[in-house]
T-cell receptor
Framework: GENVEQHPSTLSVQEGDSAVIKCTYSDSASNYFPWYKQELGKRPQLIIDIRSNVGEKKDQRIAVTLNKTAKHFSLHITETQPEDSAVYFCAAGFTSGTYKYIFGTGTRLKVLA | DTEVTQTPKHLVMGMTNKKSLKCEQHMGHRAMYWYKQKAKKPPELMFVYSYEKLSINESVPSRFSPECPNSSLLNLHLHALQPEDSALYLC????????????FGNGTRLTVT
């Protein structure tokens, strides 16, 4: 069935360093890949997304890359700041007549000051 | 208005109670979702409404009963819940099929005693 694997489950980095979170999806029909940030006690919020016709997308310190052949996509955060500390979820969506999104298991990022 | 509003924020109910969770959006989104989130876990899809019709039910127990009175409102009726149903219940909406981002509400923190 549909599945999204996410690694690592926890990640600690020093302030100013980069952080990379990786996801792998199983269903080749997936063609939309959002990333959500969830701070403690708050709702998940979209931080960046990418569609399957694009290999890379960047928004200031955040970038996402997609390798459709390998069914991998990754989140890159550069110049990390303490306020980047949160749980990050990747997800895979489908445009083929369904409203279903499959979430990864989450990565707890800690940025150490 | 770019928000999804959920009420109540917190709810404590006994196993014999009947209660309802409410969700509202005025972004013109045609898909609305209920997710359940346990601590340190990703959101778990429960129901999807598309154009006010139930399109996905992820084999959710009948003690959870969704309702979509109109395109802006989504309810979740709760009856005879179990303590293990205690969780954060998130409502979300999206513009279209699985290639547009989910907009989440702040959730209802439910405790079943």
């Amino acid at each position: 069935g549909e599945n999204v694997e996410q690694h690592p489950s926890t990640l600690s980095v020093q302030e100013g360093d980069s952080a990379v979170i990786k996801c792998t999806y199983s269903d080749s029909a997936s063609n939309y890949f959002p990333w959500y940030k969830q701070e403690l006690g708050k709702r998940p919020q979209l931080i960046i997304d990418i569609r399957s016709n694009v290999g890379e997308k960047k928004d200031q310190r955040i970038a996402v890359t997609l390798n459709k052949t390998a069914k991998h996509f990754s989140l890159h955060i550069t110049e990390t700041q303490p306020e980047d500390s949160a749980v990050y979820f990747c997800a895979a969506g489908f445009t083929s007549g369904t409203y279903k999104y499959i979430f990864g298991t989450g990565t707890r990022l800690k940025v150490l000051a | 208005d770019t928000e999804v509003t959920q009420t109540p924020k917190h709810l404590v109910m006994g196993m014999t109670n009947k209660k309802s969770l409410k969700c509202e959006q005025h972004m013109g989104h045609r898909a609305m979702y209920w997710y359940k989130q346990k601590a340190k876990k990703p959101p778990e899809l429960m129901f999807v409404y598309s154009y006010e019709k139930l399109s996905i039910n992820e084999s959710v127990p009948s003690r959870f009963s969704p309702e979509c009175p109109n395109s802006s409102l989504l309810n979740l009726h709760l009856h005879a819940l179990q303590p293990e149903d205690s969780a954060l219940y998130l409502c979300a909406s999206s513009l279209g099929q699985g290639d547009s981002p989910l907009h989440f509400g702040n959730g209802t923190r439910l405790t079943v005693t």
